[in-house]
């Protein structure tokens, strides 16, 4: 059974640091690996999306890597900004033909002024 | 404007009355589904819709019915409510393409 841990649950950084945020797997048979942005009482919204065969996925400040042979992931945010303050969760896909996701139970970000 | 629509938005019912949660999206996607989230647990699945008239058992389907007749629809019924149902709820959607996850708002149901 896949099993998605990401650590810690709470992370606050000052403005403006560059940060990482982890995401394992303990299945490394995936089809693509998603981060999603959650603000509070919100759903949540796609980031970035990496297929199984890509390496990393960039939009704006936001890098997203993708090891799969050792079952981890990294979000990199660079200059972050107090707008940023969110829960950030990693959600993996198996590979079948289905829209099934299993997430992690995300990290909370805290970016001070 | 692409979007995700969850109807209602907060809903304090009580044990037993049943209830039914509206999802649609207007991406013309294939792929639905619902995804409870509650505290130190995270979000799971419940049931989600691979076409019209396809569906399937999440983790979490025990005490939920769905439906798929049309393309852009997949309400959430819940036949007998009871309070361990109290939880946030989102429907999501997504493209057989893409596979980018489209979020509804979410639903916020508390069962007495």
């Known amino acids: 059974k896949q099993e998605v841990t990401q650590i810690p649950a709470a992370l606050s950084v000052p403005e403006g640091e560059n940060l990482v945020l982890n995401c394992s797997f303990t299945d490394s048979a995936i089809y693509n690996l998603q981060w999603f942005r959650q603000d509070p009482g919100k759903g949540l919204t796609s980031l970035l999306l990496i297929q199984s065969s890509q390496r990393e996925q960039t939009s704006g400040r936001l890098n997203a890597s993708l090891d799969k042979s050792s079952g981890r992931s990294t979000l990199y945010i660079a200059a972050s900004q107090p707008g940023d303050s969110a829960t950030y969760l990693c959600a993996v896909k198996r590979i079948v033909a289905n829209s099934k996701l299993t997430f992690g139970k995300g990290i909370t970000l805290s970016v001070r002024p | 404007e692409a979007q995700v629509t969850q109807n209602p938005r907060y809903l304090i019912t009580v044990t037993g009355k049943k209830l039914t949660v509206t999802c649609s999206q207007n991406m013309n996607h294939e792929y639905m589904s619902w995804y409870r989230q509650d505290p130190g647990l995270g979000l799971r699945q419940i049931y989600y819709?691979?076409?019209?008239?396809?569906?399937d058992k999440g983790d979490v389907p025990e005490g939920y019915k769905v439906s798929r007749k049309e393309k852009r629809n997949f309400p959430l019924i819940l036949e007998s409510p009871s309070p361990n149902q109290t939880s946030l709820y989102f429907c999501a959607s997504s493209s057989a393409n893409t596979d980018t996850q489209y979020f509804g708002p979410g639903t916020r149901l508390t069962v007495l």
């Open positions: 819709s691979m076409n019209v008239e396809v569906t």
